[in-house]
């Protein structure tokens, strides 16, 4: 066909370069995707894994939780082609979403496997030697070294957890950052439930800012691969903010409006909304029905986040 000349016919108008960015989904190669394989996790694995570790009742009949979390070394291809040397929480990032019933005690075996020094810091209400902070308690937990933290679920609440050695920003910028879930004592009710863990990649290193954006770990995962829901079904979104490097996240859906639990501590939602803004650690559970059928984007509403990866699509079937 002739592309000399621009005027007339559909060849002015057909066979467009396929460039992504905005409504037109991923700026990279288009479709093109990382190896999950080889990452060893895959972020719609990630989306709906809970890991409620091992239980067993105590003879006080109290519940005792369990976990092991490994940190380690790990290159990580996070958009296609692009290698970032990352820390991780069990060989994933985010690490392993923790799940947990309000007033269980919980035991996290911690063991550095990392060449760098590391610490498990969770947020919630526990005594100072369990804060996984530098000179505290087990303090500092160097290469080949381990700890066990100890102490009760309390909030129930969505929260978190990081590694809090210096240079802090960068120990979580790596990847050492997961969610933690404390589940109210008379639960909450049935839903379609998942993670959304908020982060970005410093591939530079120079501590100004991201040059990737990502929702559980690769940059628009869920523009090539759609969260499958159903009409009408109840969707809990467990909503985290682990970013360094920007103040503030946010996450807008399509379409669709949700409750909003700021820090999931009360079961009265503050706000029915469609965008939240987090900043640093800031969390919080979104539910919402999908009424409509089809496509639904979802995205940081920060259009700079979304460009750079952080935008995704709900597919809403019968
Ligand atoms: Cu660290």
Redesign the pocket.
Known sequence: MDHGSMSGDAASVSAPMVHGGGVNGPTFAAGAEVDHEANGFDPTSILRDFDWGKSRRLPSGRVLREWDVV?ADKEIEVAPGVFYPA?TYNGRIPGPTLRCREGELLRIRFINGSA????MHFHGIHPAAMDGVPGIGAGVIEPGESTIYEFEAEPFGLHLYH?H?GPLAE?IARG?YGAFIVDPKEGRPDADEMVTVQHGYNTTFDGLGNQLYAVNGIPFHYMNRPIEIRRDELVRIYLVNTLEYDPINSFHVHGNFFDYYPTGTSLTPTEFTDTVIQGQAQRGICEMRFPKLGPFMFHAHKTEFAELGWMGMFEVLR
């Open positions: 940190a820390w760098h020094p590391h610490t590694c050695v120990h050492l």
